[in-house]
C-alpha cells in the first residue's frame, strides 16, 4: 500500500510539462482567505465597534495598476458582523501597514495623523529653504532659541533633582520605622499592665470569696460541734437524774436505785414541766402516820389487823428512807400497791 502524502511524485520518461493545458483565469480574480482585522474600527452603517483581532472570512484580490516598487497591493472584503455591511481596506507596503478604503472609520489613528502632519510641515519646510536663504536663517535662530530653552529646563530639572538627593530618604524611613517601633512597644506594654490589674482583680475578689466561705463553714462548724457537745448519747450513762436532781453527777458517785413506781410516778414530783402541778405533803403527815404505830387500836381496827400491819410498815420504811422530799403521788402509788397485794 503505497503512502498517502509522498513528498517525490513519479514523472514518467515521456513526460511534457509544455503539453499541460494552461487555465486562463482573470487577473482580478478574488480568494477567501481567513484573516483577522488589523485595526480597530467603527462601521458607519449601524455604529457597531470592531475590535483589533477579530477573525474574519474575507475575500481577498490584486488591486489593479498599483504597486509600491515593484510589490503588489492587495484588497480585502470583510462584512460587519451586525448589519452585514461591506467594509474593505488594503494593504500599505510604504508604511509597513493597512489603509482603511470605505465602509468603516478607523479608531485611534491620532499618532499616525501626528507623524503625518510633522513629515508634511518638514517637507514644506525644506522647500521653502532651498529658494530663500533669509529663511534658513531664521529657521536656525528659531532652532537656537529652542535648544536654549530646552537647556535651561533640563538645568532646572537637574537642581530639583540634586535638592532632593540631599534629603536622605533611607534615615527618613529609619526614623519613621523606630516611631512605629516605639508605638507598638508602647501599646504592647499598655495591654500587659491592663492584663495584670485585670488577672490581679480576679484573684482579689476569688480570696475574698473564698475567706468568706471558709468564715461560713468555721462557724457552721462550731454550731454543729455545739449541738453535739450539748447532745451527747453518753450522758445518760455518767448523769444521775432522780426527781429533784438535774444535770451531770459529779465523778466516782454511782446513781441511786430508783424503784419501780418511781419510775412512772416519782418523777411528776421533780423540776420537770409538771413539778408544778405536785403540792408537797406536809411534816404532819408524818405524825397521823406514825400513830398507828404506837399500838392504840379500835375495834375496828381488829377486824382487819393483817392489812394495817402491812401499810403501817410500808410507811414505816418509806419515812424512813433517805429519799424524803417525795411527792404524794409516790406516797398513792405505794398504798395501792399494798391494796393489790392484801387483796391478793
Known sequence: MSERKVLNKYYPPDFDPSKIPKLKLPKDRQYVVRLMA?????????????????????????????????????????????????????TDPENTDYAMEHGATRNFQAEKLIEEEEKKIQREREEEELNNPM???????????????????????????QRQAQ?????????????????????????????????????????????SDSDQDQERGKEQQKKHSAERPTDILTTD??????????????????????????????????????????????????????????ATDSSVEPAQTCVMATASSSLAAPVQNSSSLSLLGAYSDSDDSSSD
Open 135 to 161: 529663511k534658513v536663517l531664521e529657521n536656525r535662530t528659531r532652532d537656537s532659541k529652542m535648544e536654549m530653552e530646552v537647556l535651561e529646563n533640563l538645568q532646572e530639572l537637574k537642581e530639583l533633582n
Open 38 to 90: 488589523p485595526f480597530n474600527m467603527r462601521c458607519k452603517t449601524c455604529g457597531e465597534y470592531i475590535y483589533k483581532g477579530k477573525k474574519f472570512n474575507a475575500r481577498k484580490e490584486t488591486v489593479q495598476n498599483e504597486q509600491y516598487m515593484g510589490l503588489p497591493i492587495f484588497r480585502f472584503y470583510i462584512k460587519c458582523t451586525r448589519c452585514l455591511a461591506e467594509i474593505t481596506f488594503k
Open 241 to 298: 437524774r432522780g426527781p429533784d436532781t438535774k444535770g451531770p453527777s459529779p465523778a466516782g458517785v454511782k446513781r441511786q436505785k430508783v424503784e419501780s413506781w418511781e419510775k412512772s410516778v416519782g418523777a411528776l414530783g421533780g423540776r420537770g414541766p409538771l413539778g408544778s402541778l405536785v403540792v408537797r405533803r406536809k411534816p404532819t403527815a408524818t405524825v397521823s402516820v406514825q400513830q398507828p404505830a404506837s399500838g392504840t387500836h379500835t
Open 167 to 211: 534629603v536622605d530618604f533611607e534615615s527618613m524611613l529609619e526614623q519613621y520605622k523606630e516611631l512605629e517601633k516605639r508605638q507598638r512597644e508602647k501599646e504592647k506594654e499598655e495591654d500587659e499592665r491592663e492584663t495584670k490589674d485585670m488577672l490581679e482583680r480576679a484573684l482579689v475578689k476569688r480570696l475574698m470569696d473564698s475567706d
